[in-house]
């Protein structure tokens, strides 16, 4: 049975948005008159979020999360490019959040913006429909989330943001510094976007911080070439010894007040609890310190634009794939604090 006219107002219309946006639970609420749907059917998107991908219904919008389904300049493991379907997939309806007693829903007007038109075995045709659909969202005034895809999109993501903003910050969780001028004799890859946008000029160096490197590279001239440029990197054994509370305080007074970009590499995390990556490196972060960073970050600073990165999926319940969806609800779950003291 149908239910009454009166009781079918969709989520969307609730928000604001047009008859334009797609509800993915609208068929559930003509159905049943109740404002839900079964979370494994109907039209995939993040948190279930109204749909589109019409420039014009980004007006008034505070977010919108964007897929980057490409994974063409991994040097190791491939299958990031499966990361956005996985992450929407592992994300679930509720936006509250126990900790904060904040619903993000709530405050913020969030969309799905949809994926970049990727093209399969070209990368640099990738990365410009990245930048463009990016750019439609950072134009509009909203904040850019982006799923990712292996870290290469980084550049395409924050060349958008900053083409509107000017040169940003950065804040980058990873293993890695991804600050190479050439892996295996390429100059783009995921391990040189960073150093891309910093000789671009669309990153301030003084105003770009690492958090959690580890392990076996780079090389010590790509750690001189950062130190010129005045970068901050926290190895993963400071974090450890100064603590994450303490590392986040010194990123936000480096980062200061003006524009910043978020990016994060699953990587950052211990394999033990997101083993779903192409260059996993153990001794990593715990969950909960990400989050709460993340958090953080996304409440206290100017935030422009994020994505998060080198999700490789291996099941169609993967828990790295879970922990990249938390993230992406810390960021809005900061966000939506910041609203409420605005």
Same mark, same amino acid.
């Given at each position: 049975?149908?239910?009454?006219?009166?009781?079918?107002?969709?989520?969307?219309? /609730?928000?604001?948005?047009?008859?334009?946006?797609?509800?993915?639970?609208?068929?559930?609420?003509?159905?049943?008159?109740?404002d839900?749907?079964?979370?494994?059917?109907?039209?995939?998107?993040?948190?279930?979020?109204?749909?589109?991908?019409?420039?014009?219904?980004?007006?008034?919008?505070?977010?919108?999360?964007?897929?980057?389904?490409?994974?063409?300049?991994?040097?190791?493991?491939?299958?990031?490019?499966?990361?956005?379907?996985?992450? /929407?997939a592992?994300?679930?309806?509720?936006?509250?959040?126990?900790?904060?007693?904040?619903?993000?829903?709530?405050?913020?007007?969030?969309?799905d913006?949809?994926?970049?038109?990727?093209?399969?075995?070209?990368?640099?045709?990738?990365?410009?429909?990245?930048?463009?659909?990016?750019?439609?969202?950072?134009r509009?005034?909203?904040?850019?989330?982006?799923?990712?895809?292996?870290?290469?999109?980084?550049?395409?993501?924050? &060349?958008?943001?900053?083409?509107?903003?000017?040169?940003v910050?950065?804040?980058?969780?990873?293993?890695?510094?991804?600050?190479?001028?050439?892996?295996?004799?390429?100059?783009?890859?995921?391990?040189?976007?960073?150093?891309?946008?910093?000789d671009?000029?669309?990153?301030?160096?003084?105003?770009?911080?690492?958090i959690?490197?580890?392990?076996?590279?780079?090389?010590?001239?790509?750690?001189?070439?950062?130190?010129?440029?005045?970068?901050?990197?926290?190895?993963?054994?400071?974090?450890?010894?100064?603590?994450?509370? &303490?590392?986040?305080?010194?990123?936000?007074?480096?980062?200061?007040?003006?524009?910043?970009?978020?990016t994060v590499?699953?990587?950052?995390?211990?394999?033990?609890?997101?083993?779903?990556?192409?260059?996993?490196?153990p001794?990593?972060?715990?969950?909960?310190?990400?989050?709460?960073?993340?958090?953080?970050?996304?409440?206290?600073?100017?935030?422009?634009?994020?994505?998060?990165?080198?999700?490789?999926?291996?099941?169609l319940?993967?828990?790295?794939?879970?922990?990249?969806?938390?993230?992406?609800?810390?960021?809005?779950?900061?966000?939506?604090?910041?609203?409420?003291?605005?």
């Open positions: 049975m149908t239910a009454p006219a009166a009781v079918v107002r969709t989520r969307a219309e /609730r928000r604001g948005y047009s008859r334009g946006v797609l509800d993915p639970a609208e068929r559930w609420r003509r159905y049943h008159g109740q839900w749907k079964a979370s494994w059917a109907g039209l995939l998107t993040f948190a279930e979020l109204p749909y589109t991908e019409d420039p014009a219904e980004l007006e008034g919008v505070d977010a919108a999360v964007v897929g980057a389904p490409t994974d063409e300049l991994v040097t190791e493991a491939p299958g990031a490019r499966f990361g956005p379907r996985a992450i /929407r592992a994300s679930s309806t509720a936006a509250h959040h126990l900790e904060t007693r904040v619903d993000w829903w709530e405050t913020l007007r969030v969309i913006y949809g994926d970049a038109p990727v093209v399969p075995t070209d990368a640099a045709a990738s990365h410009r429909a990245i930048e463009d659909t990016v750019g439609e969202v950072a509009s005034g909203a904040i850019p989330i982006v799923l990712g895809g292996d870290h290469s999109i980084t550049e395409p993501d924050l &060349r958008a943001c900053a083409a509107v903003h000017g040169p910050g950065l804040i980058h969780f990873d293993a890695h510094t991804d600050t190479a001028s050439s892996v295996y004799g390429q100059e783009q890859s995921h391990g040189t976007p960073m150093y891309r946008l910093v671009q000029g669309h990153v301030s160096p003084e105003r770009y911080v690492q959690g490197l580890r392990g076996w590279w780079p090389e010590e001239a790509v750690l001189r070439w950062q130190a010129e440029r005045g970068i901050t990197s926290f190895l993963m054994r400071e974090v450890n010894d100064l603590g994450v509370d &303490r590392v986040v305080e010194r990123t936000i007074e480096i980062v200061g007040e003006r524009p910043t970009f978020l590499d699953i990587d950052v995390l211990d394999p033990a609890f997101a083993p779903g990556t192409g260059t996993p490196e001794g990593g972060m715990t969950p909960l310190e990400l989050f709460s960073a993340c958090r953080t970050v996304a409440e206290q600073l100017r935030l422009v634009g994020a994505d998060v990165v080198e999700v490789a999926p291996s099941a319940a993967d828990r790295t794939a879970l922990l990249a969806d938390r993230l992406v609800r810390e960021v809005l779950t900061g966000l939506a604090l910041k609203r409420s003291t605005e």
